[in-house]
């Protein structure tokens, strides 16, 4: 259910592929870092390691789709993905070194899935703690669009 209904949104208009912006725990970005030291970042796009942690790096794509899009709109790291990429819609914020967890509630899986649907996608995680280490993500929790999920 979950994978039909991202690949029709991305379909659509590009859906969350689209207009990136990700932080990545060096765990995981191997792909990243391999495209960036084989000069291959996409111009328009950027791949740095985060200021404030050398352990996480930031991918951008300005407006365009993620870099690992292909032509026929499917995901060419689909196994190897980020965490982000894993548990969208669900966003988290640190609090009392407690992650809370927000839904966007623009994404078609909000009005399809139960909040404890969405919610395993955490608990299938290939790096279960790598939330944490990854820490907030940046997004505006007074914007209407995020509600929080008080489940954990």
């Not at 970042?41 to 791949?47: K, M, R």
């Not at 390691?49 to 026929?72: A, Q, R, V």
């Not at 790096?127 to 907030?136: A, R, S, V």
Request: proline share 6%.
């Amino acid at each position: 259910m979950l994978l039909n209904t991202c690949k029709k949104c991305i379909l659509d208009d590009g859906g969350c592929c689209t207009s990136v912006h990700i932080t990545i725990h060096k765990k995981e970005a191997k792909e990243f870092i391999k495209i960036k030291n084989n000069n291959q970042i996409p111009s328009g796009h950027s791949f740095q390691i985060d200021e404030d942690d050398p352990n996480l790096y930031t991918y951008k794509s300005g407006d365009d789709p993620c870099m690992f899009l292909d032509k026929n709109q499917l995901c060419e790291i689909y196994e190897n993905r980020p965490t982000i990429c894993r548990t969208f819609p669900l966003m988290w914020i640190e609090n009392k070194q407690k992650l809370k967890y927000y839904v966007d509630t623009n994404c078609p899986l909000y009005d399809t899935n139960t909040p404890s649907e969405l919610m395993k996608n955490i608990t299938n995680l290939p790096y279960p703690n790598l939330m944490k280490k990854i820490g907030e993500l940046d997004f505006d929790i007074s914007d209407n669009d995020y509600i929080e999920l008080n489940l954990i």
